[in-house]
T-cell receptor, first 115, second 111 residues
């Protein structure tokens, strides 16, 4: 069975600093990978996803993640964070070639951006 | 835009009560899911459904049941609520591989 590890439960950072949120997964078969974001008192929203093709994927608000198959990682990065990026971020994985979509989520990383 | 609506944002129930959490999606998605979210544990899958009247157990189905009588509606049922079921419950739906659309969540407190 696949699993997802987010080593950092909380990452404090100053505004305009770079940030990396780490995500590692384990699976014996090929996977799809996702990052979801949860703002306070809201549900989860898809931030970006890797299904196939280029291993570097980007979101519309400046985040990017790179799929590294050899290291089984899908770390999320942003070169300069904003106060509004304060949220909880969840990495998720699902198996390719399944008839339906069942995601396994990591435990989440809370990003705290301060002025 | 896809919309997943959960009927109640906040509920307070007593131990032993029967609890219904309703979820409706408006995009004709085949797949629907119920997750439970707890601090430090992330999201854990309770049940999912890939078609009307079809259901599959997730990772933590004990103490829960579900109903999917119509494609757009997926209900989570707690037959006899207990204090350890105090949590945030998230409903989601999907069609294609990968992208789940989530509701805003239902925060349940069991006293």
């Amino acid at each position: 069975a696949q699993s997802v590890t987010q080593l950092d439960s909380q990452v404090p950072v100053f505004e305009e600093a770079p940030v990396e949120l780490r995500c590692n997964y384990s699976s014996s078969v090929s996977v799809y990978l996702f990052w979801y974001v949860q703002y306070p008192n809201q549900g989860l929203q898809l931030l970006l996803k890797y299904l196939s093709g280029s291993t570097l994927v980007e979101s519309i608000n400046g985040f990017e993640a790179e799929f590294n198959k050899s290291q089984t990682s899908f770390h999320l990065r942003k070169p300069s964070v904003h106060i509004s990026d304060t949220a909880e971020y969840f990495c998720a994985v699902s198996l390719m070639n399944t008839g339906f979509q069942k995601l396994v989520f990591g435990t989440g990383t809370r990003l705290l951006v301060s002025p | 835009d896809v919309k997943v609506t959960q009927s109640s944002r906040y509920l307070v129930k007593r131990t032993g009560e029967k609890v219904f959490l309703e979820c409706v999606q408006d995009m004709d998605h085949e797949n629907m899911f119920w997750y439970r979210q707890d601090p430090g544990l992330g999201l854990r899958l309770i049940y999912f459904s890939y078609d009307v009247k079809m259901k599959e157990k997730g990772d933590i189905p004990e103490g829960y049941s579900v109903s999917r009588e119509k494609k757009e509606r997926f209900s989570l049922i707690l037959e006899s609520a207990s204090t350890n079921q105090t949590s945030m419950y998230l409903c989601a739906s999907s069609f294609l591989a990968g992208e789940l659309f989530f509701g805003e969540g239902s925060r349940l407190t069991v006293l």
